[in-house]
């Protein structure tokens, strides 16, 4: 008798617990992983950056690269303007982005 109850209670709980597996499963497919997937495409993208390459920094300033470190990439802004910038600032390339007219 008392395996039965045992044996039918190992089961409630587990129709118990399926709902917060599941839970954790849709979380999972819907924001962790495209995440890291993100993540991962940002930094093959920071590793493969070479000179010429237009990029745009998380605040917003946009260069060309014209010199690259090991953690630090030189962005030129203007003609006779560059800055020094961390290589995990950058952000995205810009290099099919079109040319604004002056």
Not at 59 to 80: A, C, R, S
Request: no cysteine; hydrophobic share 45%; proline share 3%.
């Amino acid at each position: 008798m008392y395996n039965i109850i045992l044996a039918a209670s190992n089961q409630n709980m587990l129709f118990q617990m399926l709902p917060l597996a599941l839970v954790f499963v849709v979380i999972y497919f819907l924001m962790i992983r495209p995440q890291s997937k993100r993540q991962k495409e940002l930094a093959k993208f920071r590793d493969e950056l070479k000179n010429g390459d237009k990029v745009v920094t998380a605040g917003g300033i946009y260069g060309k690269v014209v010199g690259i470190k090991e953690t630090q990439i030189i962005l030129q802004v203007d003609t006779n303007t560059r800055i020094k910038v961390d290589k995990s600032s950058v952000l995205r390339d810009m290099s099919d982005a079109p040319e604004e007219k002056k």
